[in-house]
């Protein structure tokens, strides 16, 4: 079937509608170049509105902490200052150079058309690793879950919180004071988490059991409890619980990005110090791209945002300035 043409030339199209993604377009407002966003998710804010709206976030520049919600609808208001083209729900398969150097994105809808290409896809398409144990399918999407997004839901119920890394911790501390009780199991005694995550969790009232995995769960209609296990003793225990969330991580995929032409490496895209890949006129930019020291952050992908725009500007035109000079001097949008 052959797929309709959206045929407007962007000058700038964005893959990906994250946070990072929406400063990306929102510079590319300053520097004055017709934009599209194109992501997958039926909403902007890729991860952070997906999976993980009312966690907070400490280490965005400016805010001592943000929930993530509102940091993804701060991010909208200011992209929309320049008001970028949004195309949700559509998932770029193709990406095609023409001899007249403009690019073609097929998605799964359409063709949409761009004169250069950023990526911003974070780490692709991503999906929560599952909890194992006896009949955890069974209670998945009702009772047991991969992410938080109502703290109402877990008011006055026992939870049980499984992993060990920066999500598990953050989980577990948000539902101090809401949940009736909360115990968190992790399988060693070593966590991935912040150091100062782990310590207020250490000092909360969140009961921290290590060298703990998820052994079976248990219930008719409703979750009523949990089997875990010492894994080094084997000796297994009883906890009632109500609800359990799982947090060991997330199998990622680039997908058809592979497909592109693309240098990857691992499971990334290669950039060099412009945020460049090896295609001309396609950047890349946040978790998705890697890079000798790449440190994969919100706050690092908030830089390379700037870098991918003011390089593509070059592309673009280069009669054009890298540098535009500082945002301060510019006149504020309505």
């Known amino acids: 079937m052959q797929l309709p043409y959206d045929e407007k030339v962007y000058d700038i199209t964005i893959i990906g509608g994250g946070p990072v993604g929406l ?24 991860q952070l509105s997906e999976l993980y709206p009312e966690k907070f976030i400490y280490d965005v520049a400016g805010f001592p902490k943000i929930r993530a919600m509102d940091l993804v609808d701060q991010l909208i208001e200011q992209t929309s200052q320049y008001h970028p083209a949004v195309q949700l729900g559509e998932k770029v398969i193709h990406l095609v150079k023409r001899e007249d150097g403009i690019f073609e994105l097929h998605t799964d809808h359409r063709i949409h058309l761009s004169r250069a290409v950023i990526i911003t896809a974070g780490i692709g398409a991503f999906t929560p690793k599952s909890l194992p144990g006896d009949n955890v399918k069974k ?19 026992r939870v049980l919180v499984v992993g060990g890394g920066d999500t598990a911790v953050d989980f577990a501390l948000m539902l101090e004071g809401i949940a009736k009780s909360v115990t968190m199991i992790h399988r060693r005694d070593q966590f991935r988490a912040h150091e100062e995550n782990v310590k207020s969790l250490l000092i909360s009232g969140v009961d921290v059991k290590t060298f703990y995995e998820l052994k079976a769960v248990h219930g008719d209609d409703s979750l009523t409890g949990a089997t875990i296990i010492e894994n080094r003793s084997k000796q297994t225990e009883e906890l009632e619980v109500d609800s359990i969330i799982g947090s060991l991580g997330f199998s990622a995929s680039l997908g058809p990005i592979m497909e592109w032409g693309l240098e990857i490496e691992g499971n990334e895209i290669v950039v060099d110090s412009r945020m460049a890949t090896n295609l001309q006129g396609v950047f890349a930019a946040g978790d998705i791209v890697t890079y000798p020291g790449k440190i ?3 706050a690092t992908g908030f830089g390379e945002a700037p870098t991918a725009v003011n390089n593509a500007k070059i592309y673009l035109d280069p009669t054009s300035k890298l540098f535009p000079g500082h945002s301060s001097s510019r006149k504020e949008q309505k």
């Open 23 to 46: 400063f990306t377009a929102f510079y590319a407002g300053i520097r004055d170049a017709s934009t599209k966003i194109i992501d997958s998710l039926p909403q902007l804010g890729g």
């Open 296 to 298: 994969k952050l919100i």
């Open 139 to 157: 209670f998945e999407g009702n009772g047991i879950y991969y992410y938080i997004d109502d703290l109402k839901r877990y008011k006055d119920r």
